[in-house]
């Protein structure tokens, strides 16, 4: 049974730093594309960064520079690493895994997402 856990989430002050991590089971992690994508109160989900299994990364234009996507194939699990965090950054976050090397926002597998608030 395939699930994706993301964990965290939480309510930060805007500057401040978190990370995410998505613990991945029932599927050949190691050869799976991982992503994170975000949708923010009253948006569409938008994809944050991907990380394919040979090391190919994307990161979103709003988030390069402060936000870093790894992944540990040894413990199966993705992270968001999201510094100098800006109110804009707060939405439902989610752990997406494909088998493709760029994810498009509809297939793969998803977590049930960890909330982010940044907010002073």
């Known amino acids: 049974q395939v699930q994706l856990v993301e964990s965290g989430g939480g309510l930060v002050q805007p500057g401040g730093s978190l990370r995410l991590s998505c613990e991945a089971s029932?599927?050949?992690?190691?050869?799976?594309?991982m992503a994170w994508y975000r949708q923010p109160p009253g948006n569409q989900r938008e994809l944050v960064a991907s990380?394919?299994?040979?090391?190919?990364?994307v990161h979103t234009d709003s988030v390069k520079g402060r936000f870093a996507i790894s992944r540990d194939n040894a413990k199966n699990t993705v992270y968001l690493q999201m510094n100098s965090l800006k109110p804009e950054d707060t939405a439902l976050y989610y752990c997406?895994?494909?088998?493709?090397?760029?994810?498009?926002?509809?297939?793969?597998?998803w977590g049930q997402g960890t909330q982010v608030t940044v907010s002073s």
């Open positions: 997406n895994a494909v088998r493709y090397r760029f994810p498009d926002n509809q297939g793969g597998y």
């Open positions: 990380l394919a299994h040979d090391g190919t990364t």
């Open positions: 029932g599927f050949i992690f190691s050869i799976y594309t």
